[in-house]
Antibody
Framework: QVQLVQSGAEVKKPGASVKVSCKASGYTFTGYYIHWVRQAPGQGLEWMGRINPDSGDTNFAQKFQGRVTLTRDTSITTAYMDLTRLRSDDTAVYYC???????????WGQGTLVTVSS | DIQMTQSPSTLSASVGDRVTITCRASQDISSWLAWYQQKPGKAPNLLIYKASSLESGVPSRFSGSGSGTEFTLTISSLQPDDFASYYCQQYNSPLVTFGPGTKVDIK
């Protein structure tokens, strides 16, 4: 069965960076895009970007251009989201999610809480 | 980026009610529209894809319609398990956008 398992909660200071991992299993890792979506406390879902695990090609929401890096390591079927220059409003649960043949995201990780606080 | 709006932002309803949520896109997205349900502390769950296709395992009381810029999600008879937040999502590649969400609570 498809599983996406994310790394644990992080607490960071403003200005720092955070790297969240997403370990995929149960399918061909290079066959489907991995998306990253975040949700601030009490707020809605916000799409950040996606990576093609086969080619490494990425697409980003305009808001995150230049501050987010998406990478993958195909040898260990893991995708990574790196967010730099953290601010307090980056406090959120960060999710990875996998594309499907229908074109949208069906499988989701459990979420990783990133707290930015001085 | 394509902008998405949803209405209403909050909806109070009773078990058995017919519920309709509307989603609008800032430009034509054909049928590249999905609907998700989310409960507190959980990841979103896909209900509808390509505007009107029911995801496997989702109860038939959920349905979607629309194309272009205007879409609706309908729950034909609201059940206790349906009290949650609902989000539309456009995936007219390569960028993706979510609507702001609609919270369905108990009247």
């Amino acid at each position: 069965q498809v599983q996406l398992v994310q790394s644990g909660a992080e607490v960071k200071k403003p200005g720092a960076s955070v790297k969240v991992s997403c370990k995929a299993s149960g399918y061909t890792f290079t066959g489907y895009y991995i998306h990253w979506v975040r949700q601030a406390p009490g707020q809605g879902l916000e799409w950040m970007g996606r990576i093609n695990p086969d080619s490494g090609d990425t697409n980003f929401a305009q808001k995150f251009q230049g501050r987010v890096t998406l990478t993958r390591d195909t040898s260990i079927t893991t995708a990574y989201m790196d967010l730099t220059r953290l601010r307090s409003d980056d406090t959120a649960v960060y999710y990875c999610a996998r594309d499907s043949l229908t074109g949208t995201t069906v499988y989701w990780g459990q979420g990783t809480l990133v707290t930015v606080s001085s | 980026d394509i902008q998405m709006t949803q209405s209403p932002s909050t909806l109070s309803a009773s078990v058995g009610d017919r519920v309709t949520i509307t989603c609008r896109a800032s430009q034509d997205i054909s049928s590249w529209l999905a609907w998700y349900q989310q409960k507190p502390g959980k990841a979103p769950n896909l209900l509808i894809y390509k505007a009107s296709s029911l995801e496997s395992g989702v109860p038939s009381r959920f349905s979607g319609s629309g194309s272009g810029t205007e879409f609706t999600l309908t729950i034909s008879s609201l059940q206790p398990d349906d009290f949650a937040s609902y989000y539309c999502q456009q995936y007219n590649s390569p960028l993706v956008t979510f609507g702001p969400g609609t919270k369905v609570d108990i009247k």
